[in-house]
């Protein structure tokens, strides 16, 4: 089985900054992409940002120049800095993982989501 487990979510003021995590594990062969997810109150979920093995990236243009995807492939890590929130990034964040089971299944996976509020 594969699970995501997402972290670094919270409270936090405009202006300020946060980092979020979220490591796959389990029965993963390779990864061919890792994304983040945010879903704000009385929205639909959008993409956020986006980062593939070839090491091609991303942005929703609402975050362009204030977040940053990153990945630690040997720990099957992806995060996002944050900085500079506005209060309309507030959300609950997901990652998302396109990846290659051992078993050869390819599929998505989600993590369980963790709540970023930006206060004005």
């Known amino acids: 089985q594969v699970q995501l487990v997402e972290s670094g979510g919270g409270l936090v003021q405009a202006g300020g900054s946060l980092r979020l995590s979220c490591t796959a594990s389990g029965s993963i062969f390779s990864i061919n992409a890792m994304a983040w997810y945010r879903q704000g109150p009385g929205k639909q979920r959008e993409l956020v940002a986006i980062i593939t093995s070839g090491g091609s990236i991303n942005y929703a243009d609402s975050v362009k120049g204030r977040f940053t995807i990153s990945t630690d492939n040997a720990k099957n890590t992806v995060s996002l800095q944050m900085n500079s929130l506005k209060p309309e990034d507030t959300a609950v964040y997901y990652c998302?993982?396109?990846?290659?089971?051992?078993?050869?299944?390819?599929?998505?996976?989600w993590g369980q989501g963790t709540q970023v509020t930006v206060s004005s």
């Open positions: 998302n993982v396109h990846l290659r089971r051992r078993s050869g299944m390819v599929d998505d996976y």
